[in-house]
């Protein structure tokens, strides 16, 4: 079978590298080209990759990807820029997965709200596909643009999915405390990711404003059926990898949690990345896998406390871009993920 | 001026060895006896001491004690054994500051409840004043027996008082989400503390039946003049030491951020060993200290976030001990302790 | 292609949970058993193996092993139980590669003084073969018995094996100054292993009398030709995995820097997982991979340094193990292992 | 007593907030200004100081400083810019503590060629005084102007002094292998002491080329009384702080290890910051003290390894500024460092 010609777009930071020793594991994938600003090897950028990938970065140019028999681009770009590059690509008949904010959010307002800048590809949106596979898994087949879940709305989307599905908690107010490793922070070198300001430290940051927020309302809402919204605190925890939301919600009946915990098996069975436990989850049971781990607790006062674990980078980013490769590809789900 | 004689019990733990660290620093205060079943060396349990105390682990005798001229006795014992040595203690005129939870719930039957076994010195009970000095502070200068607060319960309690003191949050149901650095969980190799358990792992634990609670609940309860409850969650974080208690409650009437901080500055004024922000406190501005850092927020919503973090060892524990062995020999109240 | 049918003996370790995720991968091998002493689903034991591998452990016991077909026998034992357990299994025609310390030595006087204690199968440590494939690649295929080399012994003799093997260096008094993550002292709790003792330190310990030197200097004395001498000095490193080994030499001519790197480049021509770096090497590199990254410097005063890095769990213990299956089994050298 | 007032030069680094936090513990010192070209507050600079020092960061102004009444500067700066900033303040009879290299290597050729630039103020190199009490001790009271030693060097100057004052080992081709904590590295934002890049991860750097060398050199070969040279390897490891130097020398005849010890406990007699140990120095040991630990140690085929330990803020860098300025102002060794 021939693998399927790929383009990883602005290899340099770690959700590219991520993304490309998932692929070299792929038995239906090969990565043609990948882009970036930096003119070097890419085991140069990447010493994990000395010996597995023979390629040098090459400057963006969607003529080229054409020529090489790109068929799909993984967007590993910064917001804004993303929404530059994909236009050329999705002209020029190439599937674009766009690991970006850019087009997450279905309203321009609501982006140019929580971005701070107007959005510039405007027309693409209503085609892009929010690539959440266990929600919007019956679209993404067909999908030319997909918007590739955010790293922290994943845990909470799908911590939260079963419950508001059938109108089992309020939907106002649900508390999401989340907990990242600093990969989530991206490559470039920073104070608050400079390692003796985080290591052995903790603290919250963009408390009330962070821009995953409106995702996660968006798609909650889409699932509920009606306006969910959220309060959502960002932490920063010191090590690389693995996101850990802590989920509060106010049950609208009473509720078991053994009845709680069957609810959530009958709405992930068949989704092979969800694993729903009655033990609690940890991100390091998920570490480097694609996995999302779950569970559902009902405490004193008869509060719902929801507990999800992933890998920022691989579930998070990475390997549910996979995932959606594999729904479009026809590849297996699980292809290069296990 | 004669040093104040002060004998440490159960040497051999993190409190302990954090507590005669800022004794040797103290101006008023002598080691004059650590008491452990160890049978060695201080500096041999504790290398960081070698040079710094040179004294030998004795075996655990209230008569010698009060030979040698202890005034007051620091408990680093587990729960439980606390109980059984604070008795001749006090019998014999040794004022007794407890690091342990034993005399910090006034109902011995709500001490059965969380603690799986009966209270074994309920007269003392009674006797016993929650040494927080933020809170007790008139009561603690003529204690006897001192219940030194836990570490969780100081931030959730010191995050909290200025608004329930105020009625202006609503006092059932408020949400701490904690996070502790692995120290609190003391020095006995445990696999859930073993290295590579651990490290680069982020988890919660004892969701819903963590034993902080009734404590909390308790002086809050005082402060607010009515009952209140908090579901509480705590979570461990790879690093050595540090709280960190995101806090969500639901005002009462609207209110501003402005006007909250006010409120927490006013609130303590003249209290040394809290600092309220305005920007996001960190675990890391408190590491060694007995700060006790503290921010209030009102986000999307109108909900309030209270952020309070402290090093669990210091304000946690020893240095809040320190804090009120100060207060209870007549020494400022920073002594020792800056 | 039928897959062959492997065992996992002492499956509760950080060897055999590593072991299993690559089996997992591996195109031609089936975990068909797993046994401990705890009677346990293994993904009790290890949760990250949720929903991957639905095994009980069971009882050691040879015969039931034959009869489920296991053609090999994986040994995640601690020395001294490791011997007691082959016997039985070669015996009945089952093969073994053994991760344990107990068949790498050949003489049972040497295994004695560092081991301190009786080999009790001295029989069979004639048939062993040290399952280092870049050095005793040619005698993998038949063994019955793999010796799998130890962690800290692969960075020294792929370090050393170019220039002991050309006479380049002196071969008595080399310095071998290793460093390893914590996952090294296997998974069973102790104080030096405990997270708030070991995260945030740095110290070496078995100052010249760790047991991997006589099996470093066994192994380099055959690559040598004649006796092979070492000062080594372990370190531990707070962080999960890695070894980083910097080896001090001292030429027996005057020596290149280039020259010798040409030197481990052919020396390493096809052998797919050593690469040989002209920049630094770091753990990080070769962190979850079989890759050993090596350098070699010549610095002022001629000596020669070098730099060699490896994943203590994968290329240091069962990542090596599969590379030595493969070769017994008549599979690619990577298969399962990129 | 009147205090002497300092000021702080370069206030945003972490050896300045380390020596603010030890000189407002000194009985005897005030701060009485900070320079940086960062105009803030020096809290906000570093929120551990939040409600310690109430002073904003000053431009660098020789003739302010003065006025101030300040005696002597800590310079904080990096290399380059300190010997700029030193002569104006000794043209004004400011006594100078450099914490930078600009005043270490005696001969400018030597800073050239290792620090690749002129040495722009060579008259006043004569009057530095490198400042290791326990080497040069007799010389600092009076001295106007410290070279304050580097963190490496003083492992292994101090590691290795009573051995090379006793002619023991000989002094050409020493090994010194030594291991860092990342704030060794600074507070600028870098890609290698970028969390994700530096934690779970262990390398060498500037193998062969580390500007330390030259200072090792140098002062042991006052020491020994003829030239020593040393191989320098560091190590980068991902912790906040902390030094361990590995030390390997060949003795010059037969020596025993309890005689060696004595030696050090001799040689160490009345120096309060050096702890000479029996058991192997952990960085941890040492951890925000001015101590460093020291252990030799005799290994199979008669080698001497040294195993010396430090923190590199406290004893590396601050708190061996404040032990010279107690010299040199007739305060105890002692003051302010325990």
Known sequence: MERVKVAVLGGSGYTAVELMKILLRHP?????????????????LHPSLLGRLDLRCEPFDPDR?????????????????????????LDRGIRVIDLSADYRLRDPAVYREWYK???????NLARAVYGLPEVYGDRIATAELIANPGCYPQTAILGLAPLLANGLVEPAGIIVDSKSGVSGGGRTPKLPFHFPECNENFAAYSVGSHRHTPEIEQVLSDVAGRPVSVVFTPHLVPMDRGIFSTIYATPTRSVAEAELTELYRAYYAGKPFVRVRTTIPATKDTAGTNFLDVAVKVVRGGKVVVLAAEDNLVRGASGVAVQNFNRMFGFPETAGLL
């Open 117 to 123: 800048e107007a959005h510039h590809d405007p027309a």
């Open 65 to 89: 990807l054409k020529a090489k028999g790109v068929r799909v681009a993984f967007g590993c770009l910064p917001h804004g820029t993303s929404m530059e590059a994909v236009p050329p690509l």
């Open 28 to 44: 239906g994938a090969e990565v043609a080209a990948v882009t970036s600003r930096q003119d070097e090897h890419v085991a140069d």
